[in-house]
């Protein structure tokens, strides 16, 4: 195995492990922190059914921020929508063997990396031009941007430019999945690809340490997720309780 | 108009985002709680020598009791939709009025000290060292937020900067930097009962006041009762209705209205006091404290339901807390809720009068008697964004509105974008109506100040109608600024008051028969 296989073998591995043991850490200090009020931005859903549906909106459509700003939308939204497109053709890479709706939507799929670089360019434009937002961005806002660009367009150049060796990509990382070391094929030494890979093992180590906490975080916002119905049933939490001996 | 020592804003047909002013209300600071204040609420009196250290160690222990605030310093990914939303920023130009900014005062400390990336990475991610100068910053700017939650709305995550001002406040508290306006009145309402610090017969001869009031304008025998015991219904009412105008005018319509209802009505000197300034300064304790009192007043006088006047931020601590700070409320009359607002109350009459003959309504109204105005109405923060009326959301938009539509002729809305959940602060809450933030008032008052302009411009609007004691003191304090009289705010059940025809009253017809008889 050549060294850069061995590298890459570990980078991943390690990856792997902070980004699920980072995150996971993190969704489990979210989820033992009590919320003590009910704070919901309202109007609020007075059902557990309506919270779910806000939260459904939230997630899918990013209500509040098209109510927020156009711009940031547009461009945020096609961003996030492709950005999943794209991830779910890539199980193609992880599959044996690769699902029916995997394989049939990708070559269409795979046009949506332009909608998601459009998007990224949007955002680092409007970071960058518009006054209020150039005030509050600090380098590693751009730098997240400039990173998710750079996975971005080397994904691209691989896809429509300069075709590697996707199937010994694939084989390099099915063995990792399934820990077998035995008949790992050595991965290429294509540079873009290197790049690429490289660029998605830093994503994925810096995701629980940096703003991406987004993700999880909106599950957890208790403006968003809490049910209207302070009047109706009595919400205390523990160390709240405690005042009242 | 009034005289000022700074630029009152140019009000604009269309609303204007305006270019960032770095440093334009770096000065703006309320005046520092005295020793007696702080102590009175369980804080160090000044600022304490370690105050480094114990604000860090306030913060870690804040992180882990409100979700709300550890999750809303992680997850802020800086999209600036928030940035245009803030009264503050769109009165004075100043990029730390930006929600986001704002947030990032206490976000870059929590980063530097709670976070793997600001503590190696300081410059990378924008975390900085708890420096005096931040403290500064800190007091200056986190009492330039009226937690309105005005950006909450915005936020694709729901971060609301009011839960950040309030932990922020509570951190300074606790290394003995308070606010002297929000501490000298929390230690009012311990010593005496409410804000304003009325002792009981003060209350007393106010109340006999109005009672005598109503009986020369009406002839009518209207009690307005104080600690009555065996009373059916408490009211709670912020202790500005008292006296103030346009308040006390709200509060004579809340006691014609209960009137008409026929129903056992008292105040309680005890809890003479609806705000709650424990949640302005973020402290839980000081906030349970003072809704413990309304128990207290409840127990005592053995009523069986509690009304809310017209106040904003206390419907919010009624509505939203107060079942969690003060319950469970087991001893009261659970047919109605608990507590239930006192448009709420009057909303139900109305209802239930619909459709029935005129002579049979409990309420009855002479809608002309509103005919002299054009109303408009202003609808609260915390009513609108952090509380509900009626069993439907959204009904603190609708409630209000249909009572003003059953006593006046006239009413026009505002510019959508300024009204219910967008609505803009009257720019005095959250602890800042106070006469040293008076530049701040005047310019974070500007967005509802153009939203008015164009409704009086276009629909002839005369009067702005409102359910909150802070917006109705702002506004009249600060409309003569902007070279308008204060007596275009009235109260919502000022409203009501004009309008409502009470049992036996005489009317001007029946004056004219009486004369007519004489002759």
């Known amino acids: ?245 | 108009m009034a005289k000022a020592e700074f630029e009152i804003p140019e009000l604009k047909e269309y609303p204007e985002i305006p270019p960032i002013q770095p440093g334009a209300m770096a000065h703006s600071k309320p005046y520092v709680a005295k020793v007696d204040f702080q102590e009175a609420l369980g804080f160090p009196g000044e600022l304490i020598d370690d105050w480094h250290d114990k604000a860090i160690e306030a913060m870690g222990d804040l992180l882990g009791k409100y979700r709300s605030l550890q999750v809303f310093l992680d997850s802020c990914v800086k999209c600036g939709s928030c940035t245009d939303k803030c009264h503050y920023y769109l009165g004075t130009s100043d990029p730390k009025n930006m929600p986001v900014a704002r947030q990032d005062l206490l976000r870059k400390v929590y980063r530097r000290h709670f976070t793997f990336a600001g503590k190696y990475f300081p410059k990378l991610v924008g975390a900085t060292d708890l420096t005096e100068e931040v403290l500064e910053d800190w007091y200056n700017y986190f009492h330039q937020c009226s937690q309105c939650r005005r950006c909450s709305v915005f936020c694709p995550y729901g971060i609301d900067t009011a839960e950040i001002s309030m932990a922020a406040r509570e951190i300074m508290d606790r290394i003995g930097l308070g606010q002297k306006y929000c501490n000298e009145i929390i230690g009012k309402v311990f010593r005496i009962g409410n804000n304003l610090g009325l002792p009981g017969p003060a209350l007393e001869d106010t109340l006999e006041g109005l009672e005598e009031d109503v009986m020369d304008e009406t002839g009518v025998e209207v009690k307005y009762p104080l600690d009555k015991k065996g009373a059916d219904i408490l009211l709670v009412t912020p202790s500005a209705d008292f006296f103030a105008e346009p308040h006390v005018d709200g509060l004579i319509g809340y006691g014609k209205v209960f009137h008409e209802a026929g129903v056992n009505w008292t105040l309680s000197s005890k809890a003479s006091e609806a705000a709650n300034f424990g949640m302005f300064i973020g402290s839980y304790e000081n906030m349970r404290k003072i809704s413990l009192r309304i128990r207290e007043a409840a127990l005592e006088l053995g009523v069986k339901r509690i009304v809310f006047g017209e106040c904003g931020h206390a419907w919010r601590v009624a509505y939203s807390f107060l079942n969690t700070l003060a319950g469970p409320w087991d001893f009261l009359d659970q047919n109605y809720p608990i507590p239930q607002h006192v448009c709420e109350f009057t909303y139900d009459l109305i209802k239930k009068d619909e459709g029935k003959p005129e002579e049979e309504k409990v309420l009855k109204f002479d809608k002309s008697e509103n005919d002299d105005m054009v109303v408009t109405f202003h609808d609260s923060c915390n009513v609108a964004r952090a509380s509900r009326m009626g069993d439907f959301p959204g009904g603190q938009f609708v409630i209000p509105r249909e009572i003003i539509k059953t006593v006046c002729n006239n009413f026009a809305d505002m510019d959508p974008d300024t009204v219910y959940e967008k609505t803009f602060c009257c720019g005095g809450g959250g602890g800042l109506l106070t006469d040293e933030l008076m530049e701040l008032r005047v310019k974070g008052a500007k967005p509802r100040m153009e939203a008015l302009k164009n409704v009086i411009e276009e629909d002839g609007v005369t009067h702005m109608a409102m359910i909150c004691a802070i917006c109705k003191a702002q506004f009249t304090k600060i409309l003569p600024y902007y070279g308008r009289g204060m007596d275009m705010i009235v109260s919502l059940h000022q409203l009501v008051s004009n309008a409502i025809v009470l049992t036996g009253q005489q009317t001007e017809d029946d004056e004219e028969e009486t004369e007519a008889e004489a002759e």
């Open chain 1, 1 to 245: 195995m050549s060294f850069l296989t061995v590298a890459f073998a570990a980078l991943f591995y390690a990856a792997t492990v902070l980004l699920v043991v980072g995150l996971a850490r993190r969704i489990y200090i979210y989820w033992k922190t009590p919320a003590p009020l009910k704070i919901p931005t309202t109007p609020a859903p007075v059902t557990t059914g309506g919270v779910v549906l806000r939260m459904f909106r939230e997630v899918v459509f990013f209500e509040s921020l098209f109510k927020g700003s156009k711009w940031t939308w547009l461009f945020g939204w096609v961003f996030h929508m492709a950005l999943f497109a794209v991830l779910f053709r890539h199980l193609r890479y992880f599959q044996e063997p690769v699902w029916g709706i995997v394989e049939w939507t990708g070559p269409l799929i795979k046009y949506l990396a332009f909608a998601m670089l459009i998007g990224l360019l949007g955002l680092l434009a409007r970071r960058y031009f518009v006054d209020r937002v150039r005030y509050i961005s600090a380098p590693s806002d751009y730098l997240m941007l400039l990173l998710l660009l750079g996975i971005g367009i080397s994904g691209a150049l691989t896809t429509f430019v300069t075709h590697t060796d996707v199937v010994a990509v694939k084989s390099f990382f099915r063995h990792l999945m399934t820990f077998n070391f035995q008949t790992m094929p050595n991965l290429p030494g294509d540079p873009l690809m290197v790049a690429h890979l490289g660029m998605v093992a830093l994503l994925m180590i810096i995701f629980p340490i940096s703003k991406l906490l987004h993700a999880p975080g909106v599950f957890f916002s208790p403006t968003r997720n809490q049910v209207d119905n302070p009047r109706e049933k009595r919400h205390i939490v523990d160390w709240a309780r405690k005042l009242e001996q």
